[in-house]
């Protein structure tokens, strides 16, 4: 008997559920049986499903002769499972990674035993056919009745589901019976983990939530089932909710069109005048349902959509006389002449102090106290700004001001708003890595990587510096060439941000694990990955928990996602692992670490000053040469290419490790090259360099 049956009937879903199959068989958690219902599918979702079956034996086929819905075909299913819990996935939706085993770790004892969860309820989040991942918005804290109704988003104790007699039913809603009264009747016993465990995909078109027409009336129906068998209690908690729902479909123009609006609403408003608490009406919608008023209904969705676009009006409008009153007070700026003392700082599109800018600006305050310098950070940064240091808002008034008048420029993006270049300015263009994927023009040929860049924009802004700082001669050469212009010169003189990595002395390293909590005698690996321009959001090709117990008690993982994928990585809590996805100085992550481990992240040219083990972990590698291009083959074990140990599997990564591959002679000569090669300029005086040159022109 296993621990999970995962039940996944298919049809019509031959695009997705080989990706659907795969992510249920690759969890960490192996203790499951999968169960595909093949609904008589007229594509090839039953082969895809086969073929599955005769690489896995956790895998089975059942197939049905004629097509019965999802609801008999999961019914189906459920009957043939032996496992403890039941977990129901549609054929075109993922089981995120590590789902199973944060679940099983939520139910935390055998089913049998006195007090184990009926119903375990979880989090989701919701991909687009542009792969634009956002959260599924279900707030877990509170009542379980008010998460989305859905089959997937939850597991059912196999015992349980039985002894009630639950089933799905035939046609359009048919989870919300069974998934309604299984949550009713676990009562106590129903469980929460506020963890998203599913990701649900939303189709361009073809599925039925995007389909408007009457099949959508059959939620009221669903509901009528529901009220008229259940107690007044449960009718009592219950018809809330059941009005929320219908007036969420019927608020929905992808399920119920303008013209059966009045007739679904009167249906809605007949279910709750029946049986919901008419006199206790709380909400708008239900006093609406409960007067059975069609027209305070509409005025109430009108008055909404008005509300929104006044808004929207309003807003629109300020934003454009703001604009334009900044625009005339910047042309008078314009005209005022430069502040010698001036420079402004910026970093990774606003985000904050960090990088090469940073380690100039701290460096000038020592040998250039004359210089003011003043950072450009986002509104919704400027947190991070820290005490004692002068910030601007991008596109306050204050900031246009700063860009008219201010004699020096350094950043390692660019500024925003596109400001007029003054003659006299200094633009030190600083970069913020060592190119492995191909950059400026050369992304003419990966449209993928691209996302809409305007390269006559790049071209010009170009044209604004007037130095171009390089970390190696690779960079020299690469930038002269994707950034083609005569306006700038090439400063090779290191990056300043790595002077740490030889300046930093032991206790400086201890007080940063100290800080990260992280224990004496521990092996500290960093795991930074780099973002995929074909991914949304942060999704590891490994699963942390599994590779870390892999290793044993005495390894501990930071992990780094991409600041593209915001402040943190999502993990679950977990002794061996820490996230630092937000920690402020990746320089300092990189001081605690014995070893990186990371894919295409330029990174792992900062990381090779301090010669240490970097073991690439390239699980993708020809997908992400073929959609984003690279200046050389990082996987060849050619000595200036590949920095240490190579992956390209969890199983290998985990192995290198365990027999110690990971930091032997030949990764230490490897390292050697590749230090030669991408490190000849950084020796722990690149900001002084950079200092000297710019503001004391020495």
């Known amino acids: 008997m296993s621990r999970f049956s995962v039940v996944v009937p298919a049809h019509r879903v031959q695009g997705y559920l080989r990706e659907c199959l795969d992510s249920v068989l690759a969890q960490s958690h192996r203790d499951l049986e999968l169960i595909v219902v093949d609904d008589a599918s007229p594509d090839a979702s039953a082969a895809i499903a086969a073929e599955s079956a005769e690489r896995d034996p956790r895998v089975r086929l059942v ?160 509901y009528e089932e529901l009220l008229a068998a259940a107690d007044p209690a449960d009718r009592a908690r219950l018809a809330p909710h059941a ?88 042309r008078t700026d314009l005209r005022r002449p430069l502040d010698p003392h001036l420079a402004v700082y910026g970093a990774y599109w606003n985000r904050g102090i960090s990088c090469n800018p940073a380690a100039i600006h701290a460096k000038a305050r020592e040998l250039a106290p004359h210089i003011k310098g003043v950072w450009v950070v986002s509104s919704r940064h400027k947190h991070r700004v820290p005490a004692g240091v002068e910030y601007v808002v991008e596109g306050s008034r204050r900031y246009w001001q700063a860009m008219a008048r201010a004699t020096y420029l350094i950043n390692n993006s660019s500024f925003p708003g596109g400001f007029t270049k003054r003659p006299g300015q200094v633009y030190l263009q600083t970069h913020h890595g060592t190119p492995l994927k191909k950059m400026g023009l050369d992304q003419r040929r990966y449209p993928a990587g691209t996302h809409g860049i305007s390269f006559q924009k790049v071209l010009d802004h170009t044209d604004q510096w007037d130095l171009s700082l390089s970390a190696n001669p690779h960079s020299t050469e690469v930038w002269e060439r994707v950034y083609p212009s005569t306006a700038y010169q090439a400063l090779e003189a290191g990056y300043p941000r790595n002077d740490v990595y030889f300046t930093a002395g032991d206790a400086e390293v201890r007080k940063i694990r100290e800080e990260l909590g992280i224990a004496d005698g521990r092996t500290v690996l960093l795991y930074a990955p780099t973002h995929r321009d074909y991914q949304k959001g942060f999704l590891p090709r490994i699963d942390l928990e599994r590779f870390v117990g892999s290793l044993g008690p005495s390894y501990v993982v930071l992990v780094r996602a991409h600041y593209f994928y915001g402040a943190d990585a999502g993990l679950r809590h977990h002794p061996q692992l820490v996230d630092v996805t937000g920690h402020a100085r990746v320089e300092d992550l990189c001081l605690a670490a014995d070893a990186l481990v990371t894919d295409y992240s330029s990174l792992m040219f900062d990381y090779a000053c301090l010669d240490r083990p970097i073991v690439t972990y390239a699980p993708d590698w020809q997908a992400y040469r073929l959609a984003r291009g690279t200046y050389f083959d990082l996987l060849s074990g050619r000595a200036g290419e590949t920095p240490g140990a190579v992956a390209t599997t969890e199983d290998e990564l985990a192995g290198l490790f365990r027999a110690g591959e990971w930091d032997t002679a030949e990764a230490a000569r490897l390292r050697k090259a590749f230090r030669a090669r991408f490190c000849p300029y950084d020796d722990g005086g690149a900001a002084e360099r950079v200092v000297r040159r710019l503001f004391l022109s020495q």
Request: aromatic residues 8%; hydrophobic residues 40%; charged residues 30%.
């Open 243 to 330: 009005a929320a729902h219908l007036l969420a479909v019927l608020d929905d123009a992808g399920r119920v069109a303008p013209r059966d609006r009045r007739d679904f609403f009167r249906g809605a408003a007949r279910l709750y005048r029946t049986y919901g608490p008419v006199e206790a009406a709380a909400t708008p919608g239900e006093k609406a349902l409960a007067t059975a008023s069609y027209a305070a209904y509409e005025a109430q969705r009108k008055s909404r959509s008005r509300r929104k676009g006044v808004t929207r009006k309003l807003k629109e409008q300020k934003k454009k006389l703001r604009a334009r009153a900044m625009r005339l007070a910047y």
């Open 63 to 222: 197939r049905i002769p004629a097509h019965a819905g999802a609801g008999p075909a999961r019914n189906i299913g459920a009957d043939r499972a032996t496992g403890d819990y039941l977990l129901f996935l549609d054929g075109d939706d993922l089981l995120l990674p590590g789902a199973l085993e944060a679940i099983d770790e939520a139910l935390g004892m055998a089913p049998d035993a006195a007090g184990a969860p009926d119903v375990l309820l979880f989090g989701h989040d919701r991909v687009d056919w542009w792969e634009n991942v956002r959260a599924g918005g279900d707030d877990l804290t509170g009542d379980p009745l008010a998460v989305t109704v859905a089959a997937w988003n939850r597991v059912f104790r196999r015992d349980f589901w039985q002894e009630r007699r639950l089933t799905f039913s035939d046609g359009a809603y048919e989870d919300v019976v069974p998934v309604r009264r299984a949550t009713l009747a676990a009562g106590g016993r129903a469980a929460v983990l506020d963890k998203a465990c599913v990701r649900w995909r939303e189709r361009r078109g073809g599925s039925f939530a995007t389909s408007p027409g009457r099949a959508h009336f059959a939620v009221i129906g669903r």
